[in-house]
């Protein structure tokens, strides 16, 4: 994909979930890392929340910002492992109506230069929601800051060409 850019930006609404049974908003790196990159993108912070790893809890969380319609887009860190408190994707891929799959292919991709062959344990995926863009990433600020600046960055730009999310958003909820 070429990273050229000549459009205007658009700035979009995106709301921020961490999944956590251990950190509070003063011990999470990953949710403030995500916070003030895409402020710093020019995007705006609708909401931030952090919640235990209960699948409820998640998916109510999830479901209100997906009904909301100036949340355009969500972005969770946490309980994409496959430990058994580990409910990200169990929670939340029910509620998608299509998954992006190259999303967690490139993640992992992207991961293994970091990490090596422990990026299988990562379950980061993506889809669309009631034309709501939501991302998954794992907990570690490292991840974040990896799915942030090499994907989801420059797919939340509307100036990236040859395409992005963005321009697909007056479409999503087509039929």
Known sequence: MSSEKNNEFKAINISVLTISD???????????YLVSALKEQGHFLNDRKICKDNLYEIR?????????????????????GITGKDG??????PL???TIDGFGEMFRSLSYQNIKTSTLQSRAFAGVANGTFI???????????????????????SRTKPCNLVELMPRLNEE
């Open 22 to 32: 251990s950190r509070g908003i003063e011990q999470d790196d990953s949710g403030e």
């Open 60 to 80: 109510a969380i999830i479901s209100q910002w997906i009904l909301d319609e100036n949340v355009h887009g969500i972005i969770t860190t946490g309980g994409t």
């Open 88 to 93: 990200t994707p169990e929670a939340i891929l």
């Open 96 to 98: 998608l109506d299509k």
């Open 135 to 157: 991302f998954c990433l794992p907990g570690s600020p490292g991840a974040c800051k990896d799915g942030w600046n090499f994907l989801i960055k420059d797919q939340l730009d």
